[in-house]
């Protein structure tokens, strides 16, 4: 006669489950502000994949950016109405400021995008850090770390690692315009942020967001001129989409700034530059180089320490 076959005792007691409040509990203990610009960071990749594929389907960028100021506007103004506030705000020319600061930076980023690998892209736009806490330093009078200072430094070689520059002068790893653009918009990006933190002091978050597309919008389209695309439905829905995340990463960051020092919140967007690699693996079969794995993790461990660093 067989044994019978036993069950583990092991097996008899089934663990318990983590129970949705314990999950929600643990969500609970991460900063607002940092749910915000890690919502926002993944807005953006999400985005930032959207303008590569409608980019690759022949639709010129400024098109692209009149399209995600569009919806960006349209959204921006539901919410202020829906809140019951004057859409103009009150500091007009800082507002003004912030939204033709945000358009150069939008033109320079969208079109590194397009010219880029995204991961590289990402991982320029990301040391954006260094100059928000330089640009936070000098205008909103904000401390400057140790940490800071390390963010700063790893962020400059871990740029010139993935440049490579020859013996020469000559810009071996990365085209020089796209190089370019993407510093560029970096730093506009950092002008703009320390913007937001000044304003969010007095204006709604919703009318920040509002005077962005006000100006991108017209601008583009003026310098679009006849060389409008008419798109199919894909495009069309890509576009459109390219619109709803940037709104949903505008408002994570802007909420961010409200609630953290421009400084130190922006640092912990960097999980952007995994979204965006993961998403440049399997959509667009960019494996990243060994030169951006190096400058990249360079890079994004300045921003860490700068993040998580007390002094």
């Known amino acids: 006669m067989e044994a019978p076959f036993l069950i583990p005792q092991s097996m008899t007691k089934l663990e318990p489950p983590i129970l949705l409040n314990d999950r929600l509990m643990i969500l609970s203990r991460i900063p ?3 749910r915000y610009i890690l919502l926002s960071a993944l807005a953006f990749a999400m ?4 303008v590569k594929t409608v980019a690759s389907y022949g639709i010129p960028v400024l098109e692209i950016i009149a399209a995600r100021s569009l919806v960006s506007l349209l959204l921006s103004f539901l919410s202020i109405k829906r809140k019951h506030i004057s859409v103009w705000g ?4 800082l507002l003004a ?3 033709t600061v945000g358009t150069l930076a939008l033109f320079c980023v969208y079109y590194s995008i397009t010219t880029l690998p995204l991961a590289d892209a990402t991982v320029l736009q990301y040391t954006y850090p260094a100059f928000t806490a330089i640009l936070a330093l000098l205008f909103l009078g904000e401390s400057v770390k140790r940490s800071t200072l390390i963010c700063i430094a790893l962020s400059f070689i871990g740029l010139v690692v993935m440049v490579r520059p020859g013996a020469s002068g000559v810009i071996l790893g990365l085209p020089p315009l796209s190089l370019m653009a993407a510093l560029t918009g970096a730093f506009c ?3 703009a942020y320390v913007i937001v933190r000044h ?3 007095t204006e709604d978050s919703s009318v920040i967001i509002f005077y962005f597309p006000l100006v991108a919008l017209p601008v583009s389209l003026i310098l679009l001129g006849h060389n409008f695309v008419f798109p199919g439905f894909n495009q069309l829905l890509f576009l459109f989409l390219v619109g709803v995340f940037a709104q949903v990463g505008q408002i994570g960051l802007t909420k961010a700034m409200a609630l953290e020092k421009a400084g130190r919140v922006t640092s912990y967007s960097y999980v952007q530059v995994v979204f965006s690699a993961i998403l440049g693996i399997v959509f667009f079969a960019e494996v990243p180089t060994v030169w951006t794995l ?3 993790t360079l890079i994004i461990s300045g921003a860490l320490m700068n993040a998580l660093g007390r002094s």
């Open 90 to 93: 009150q500091n007009y020319l």
């Open 189 to 191: 990006s950092a002008v």
């Open 199 to 201: 304003l969010s002091q």
């Open 294 to 296: 190096i400058g990249g």
């Open 97 to 99: 400021a912030r939204g």
């Open 32 to 34: 607002i502000a940092i």
């Open 47 to 50: 985005m930032s994949a959207c």
